[in-house]
Nanobody
Framework: QVQLVQSGGGLVQAGGSLRLSCAAS????????CDWYRQAPGMQRELVAT???????NYADSVQGRFTISGDNAKNTVFLQMNSLKPEDTAVYYC?????????????WGQGTQVTVYS
């Protein structure tokens, strides 16, 4: 089994920055794409950013230009740098990875991290 442990997040004023981290229990990010999702109260979970094994990144339109996803394979950690935060970014953020084969096949989620942006 793979465990994803998140850190970071918290309370920040609009316009501020936060960085989320997602550390895996073993080396998996070099072989699998990783995502960050978020879920606001009463809303469906939405995809925020993806980083592929080749380092290609994709972002939701709502965060493009403000958020940056990156990875450190040596530390088995993926980051989400969030700048110019807005109140509408308030949500619980989750890192996610899907392992498509092998004995660890399946979806894995971090425990979730609350991000609250106040105006």
């Amino acid at each position: 089994q793979v465990q994803l442990v998140q850190s970071g997040g918290g309370l920040v004023q609009a316009g501020g920055s936060l960085r989320l981290s997602c550390a895996a229990s073993r080396s998996i990010f070099s072989n699998n794409d990783c995502d960050w999702y978020r879920q606001a109260p009463g809303m469906q979970r939405e995809l925020v950013a993806t980083i592929t094994t080749r380092g290609t990144t994709n972002y939701a339109d709502s965060v493009q230009g403000r958020f940056t996803i990156s990875g450190d394979n040596a530390k088995n950690t993926v980051f989400l740098q969030m700048n110019s935060l807005k109140p509408e970014d308030t949500a619980v953020y989750y890192c996610h990875i899907f392992i498509p084969n092998g004995s660890d096949w399946g979806n894995y989620w971090g425990q979730g991290t609350q991000v609250t942006v106040y105006s």
